[in-house]
């Protein structure tokens, strides 16, 4: 089985994937004129501006449903995996690719907006939706719907219980097998409560684990400030082949750093525009450059955090292309929370082992929940041609199973299957936000006009060209402005509101 993944693997993840999650985040960027510097002030702000309604939830709940699923296993365990198999320098190219990929995090979400639907009830929107409605190729959305459910709600789930099943058999000495039902009757209860209960619980959770363990990390950076220097050092030679010990690798920090990090953050993998499509918001462009500050979040925060750790305490492992030790500080120990556990511990005795194990936990377990909201939307997007509501129901079955089974099996078969999937999404969403890239840049140019007038930016599709943005037609853009700054719904007369 390992051999047939590791073989999909390497087409689905050949270097032409590398360079392209890499090229068009310059792209984006240049184009954009690196958004990502210039909207940094509005970003922040936009994080915690309007309020949710019926419908959708508030520009915060729709960045933690995201971070949910972007801080999970890989800012630890994928971290781990990236230094061992890429070396120090595959930190920088996880660095670069958080960067450049926040100016397609923006065109992706901006596009979630723009052709966002209202169903049973609830914003939805994702890359489906957009390539069905603004490149007008339903098979080609299909495709993409089918591959985003299997991969969220058969492939991914698997990485994620994996690391909590190994982090806390390391911590606690809790067997794989009561850790994997345990989290099959807390995963029912949260995702058998609809979307609402999914923004709620991920708007609680999100920001305190994250800050946490952001927080415990630079205490343990603070205590060895005087080695941070040096293995910034390192990183940088590492990252160009420039390090004696590392140059060998050179390629394979390219390789693991864009992997782990396009893992990480998600940015062009088409799951962040699903959350992001579900805010209540008065312009595509506002979603947008929330989502792109995630990506700084979970990449340059929490991720460094780790890197910063492991490299600090000297607790990794390095191997070279044949599986040849280059570096050994940790030796009997596999790739992946392992490693941040014993760095952890060894800083903080008798409590970083544990606080890993429960930090990797809600890490984890939220981003399981985040696939599921991803693969419902999935779904409801499929549902609206053929109308097969126990799908929903199927989903939700497959996905405990999928968290089960990836909890008691072997790291290695639950990250190749991860890999495939992710790799899956990237190559389809890649190719459709090029495709639509005009539309997104076409909002952005909107959104910064109307701020130079010292308005607050409303979004009005026709005005602009674009078509089948069918929810922001007939004033909704007044509304929705309404809604996003008092969190009323205003559903009962909507033209006599927007007057």
Known sequence: MNEIVNAINGVIWSPALIYLCLGVGLYFSLRSRFLQVRHIKGMIRLMFQGKGNEAGVSSFQALS?????????????????????????????????????????????????????????????????????????????????????????????????????????????????????????????????????????????????????????????????????????????????????FGAILGLAIMWGVKRGVYSNEAAQGTGPHASSAAAVSHPAKQGLVQA?????????????????????????????????????????????????????????????????IALFFFAFTTIVAYYYIAETNIAFVNRKINRPWLTFLLKIGLMAATVYGTVKTADLAWGLGDIGVGLMAWLNIIAILLLQKTAFICLKDYEAQLAQGIDPVFHPEKLGIKNADYWIDNRAEVNLMRENTGHPFEADVDTVAK
């Open 293 to 357: 500050f995630s990506v700084y979040i979970d990449t340059l925060f929490v991720c460094s955090a780790t890197g910063f750790m492991l490299l600090i305490t000297g607790l990794y492992n390095v191997q070279g292309p044949e599986g040849a030790a280059l570096y050994t500080g940790i030796a009997g120990v596999a790739a992946g929370p392992g490693y941040v556990q014993t760095a952890m511990e060894s800083m903080m005795p008798g409590f970083g082992n544990y606080f890993v194990a």
């Open 65 to 245: 449903m995201t971070l949910a699923g972007r801080v999970g296993t890989g800012n630890i365990a994928g971290v781990a995996t990236a230094i061992t198999f890429g070396g120090p320098g595959a930190l920088f190219w996880m660095w670069m690719v958080a960067f450049l990929g926040a100016s397609s995090a923006f065109v992706e979400s901006t596009l979630g907006q723009v052709y966002k639907e209202k169903l049973n009830g609830e914003y939805r929107g994702g890359p489906a939706f957009y390539i069905d409605k603004g490149l007008g190729m339903s098979w080609f959305a299909w495709i993409f719907a089918i591959a985003t459910i299997f991969a969220c709600g058969v492939l991914l789930p698997g990485v994620q219980a994996n690391s909590i099943g190994s982090s806390l058999q390391t911590a606690f000495a809790i067997d794989p097998n009561v850790t994997a039902a345990a989290l099959a009757l807390l995963l029912g209860f949260i995702i058998f409560g609809g979307v609402k209960r999914i923004a709620n619980f991920a708007s609680t959770v999100v920001p305190f684990m994250a800050l946490g363990y952001i927080i415990v990390a630079c205490v343990i950076i603070a205590l060895n400030i005087g080695q941070l220097p040096s293995i910034i050092l390192l990183i940088w030679k590492s990252a160009f082949g420039l390090d004696a010990g």
